[in-house]
């Protein structure tokens, strides 16, 4: 038993190491990308489909069913109303964040990436009317004030950067929850729904690419311009690919092996080491005020996590002392276990009935 723990011990912390080193990586890579090759469209088309490509082993690895019999429940309906707006939301997700982190920097980008609680609190109000209590709602004024106050002090600020970090985040918010409906209603495995939002958001995708950025490059090539170094080009789209899909598939990994409350607190630290990776290692501007913001900021979705941990225990109090009218009364959206802080990674989780620990296995 206790070389059980000293093994899953070690496994948690290579995990951890591992996830944050390459998502800490994967994100400054992309912006040394957008740096140099300023075509936002290409790299979202790149890890669309390198992670179509590389799902497939990983799917068969774990032996998920992908046949259609063991989910008799996905009718044309749920790719119709489900599936398909899933796919639409990733490719604005996506595109939105590369677009935001071409015209902005790193760090600033991820000090507004940090207000995604705000948004998932505003949809949760709206979509299934549930209220927060009071330490939730206070939680968000210094992430609030925070993005305001590096907004206010960025140097690299300009309002399309802005408006499209913040769909992005705001997308990535209603997306999970919308992932978590999804699969509580079908009880489809988690890896079958990367390798299917990817596969569609790569067909939705792929006409407005070569309509865009596939004919610019292309008159590149044919002038032979020999300002860019096109092995480079595909070198670095290739390894940000890659890191995109490894960074996704640790987070499942390091889900699977700890708490929902460890893993957000870890997805927080994770933020803040790519916000210092920006400033150090690809010199952001660091005035006083964005310092203080982006400290604002990031104290706050550890607040907030913290406050969401504290109400949904006080609620798990409750049902035990009245299960049955719980169950009954409470929403799809409480059965999944809530709203989780994570807009790096498109994560939908596996339902599972003991919300401190979210079901990612096969």
């Not at 993005?147 to 002090?153: E, N, R, W």
């Not at 408006?163 to 992932?179: C, E, H, P, R």
């Amino acid at each position: 038993m206790k070389d059980f723990f000293t093994k899953k011990i070690i496994q948690t912390i290579v995990t951890f190491v591992a996830w944050h080193a390459i998502s800490a990586g994967h994100n400054i890579l992309a912006k040394v990308i957008l740096n140099e090759f300023n075509y936002p469209l290409t790299v979202t088309a790149t890890q669309f489909l390198l992670t179509t490509l590389l799902i497939w082993p990983v799917v068969g690895f774990h032996w998920v069913d992908m046949s259609q019999k063991n989910n008799e429940s996905m009718s044309k309906r749920y790719w119709l109303v489900w599936l398909l707006p899933l796919a639409v939301g990733k490719v604005i997700t996506t595109t939105s964040s590369q677009w935001s982190l071409a015209k902005l920097s790193l760090s600033y980008v991820h000090t507004v990436k940090a207000s995604q609680p705000i948004f998932t609190v505003a949809f949760i109000r709206i979509a299934f009317q549930k209220k927060q209590t009071g330490l939730v709602y206070l939680s968000l004024i210094p992430i609030l004030g925070g993005v305001g106050l590096a907004s206010y002090s960025e140097d690299t600020f300009n309002i399309s950067g802005f408006i499209s970090v913040l769909i992005a985040t705001s997308s990535f918010a209603l997306q999970n929850i919308y992932n978590k409906q999804l699969l509580s209603e079908t009880n489809m495995h988690s890896f079958r729904l990367v390798l299917i939002l990817s596969q569609l958001s790569l067909l939705l995708f792929a006409p407005i690419w070569l309509a865009t950025d596939f004919r610019t490059i292309l008159d590149q090539i044919l002038a032979n311009n020999a300002q860019i170094n096109w092995l480079k080009v595909f070198g670095l789209l290739l390894a940000d690919g890659i890191l995109s899909f490894v960074q996704t598939l640790l987070a499942f990994v390091f889900l699977s092996l700890v708490s929902h409350l460890t893993y957000s607190v870890a997805n927080a630290t994770k933020r803040i080491e790519i916000i210092l990776g920006g400033i150090i290692i690809l010199h952001d501007h660091a005035s006083v005020f964005k310092v203080i913001g982006m400290c604002l900021a990031v104290s706050g979705v550890f607040f907030y996590t913290f406050a969401k941990h504290l109400m949904n225990k006080n609620k798990h109090q409750t049902k035990s002392l009245d299960d049955c009218e719980t169950i009954t009364g409470s929403s799809t959206y409480e059965k999944l276990g809530g709203d989780s802080v994570d807009d790096d990674v498109d994560l939908p989780r596996s339902v599972d009935v003991d919300e401190t620990r979210p079901l990612t296995g096969p």
